[in-house]
């Protein structure tokens, strides 16, 4: 990783932000509709830095292709889509201790 992201080379951040010219590259219209200029708003979409916490639970939500809110935002999204919305318990469940061999036959 790098500490800024004009130092990444595969990033879009130096045509983005300091306008170095990429062929190829295009910034979508909605991008350029959100600040005056284009690079003014790469520049403020990275000025501040983020908490290391919140980059990690964003990275473990995205890497585990789970949704990233508060247990509110998961209950109701898991509810409209019929499906888990948070990370799972690793492993595969506990045997339960009641039933035995036995009581299956």
Same mark, same amino acid.
């Not at 916490?53 to 949704?67: F, I, K, P």
């Not at 935002?73 to 009641?98: C, I, N, S």
């Given at each position: 990783?790098? &500490?800024?992201? *004009?130092?990444?080379? =595969?990033?879009? #951040? !130096? ?8 062929? /190829? ?5 909605? #991008?350029?509709?959100? /600040? ?9 979409? %990275? !000025?501040?830095?983020? &908490?290391?916490? =919140? ?8 890497? /585990?292709? #789970? ?5 509110? %935002? ?12 948070? @990370?799972?318990?690793?492993? @595969?469940?506990? !045997? ?6 036995? *009581?299956? %036959?």
């Amino acid at each position: 990783m790098v &500490e800024h992201p *004009a130092a990444c080379r =595969w990033s879009s #951040y !130096r045509a983005k932000a300091q306008g170095e010219a990429l062929p /190829g590259l295009a910034p979508p219209p909605l #991008y350029l509709a959100l /600040g005056a200029t284009p690079a003014a708003t790469s520049r403020e979409l %990275f !000025r501040i830095a983020l &908490e290391a916490d =919140w980059v990690d639970e964003l990275r473990c939500s995205t890497n /585990g292709h #789970y949704a990233l809110g508060n247990a509110r %935002f998961h209950a109701e999204t898991a509810a409209a889509l019929g499906r888990r919305t948070q @990370r799972g318990v690793a492993g @595969r469940p506990a !045997r339960r201790d009641e039933v035995t061999s036995g *009581a299956l %036959f």
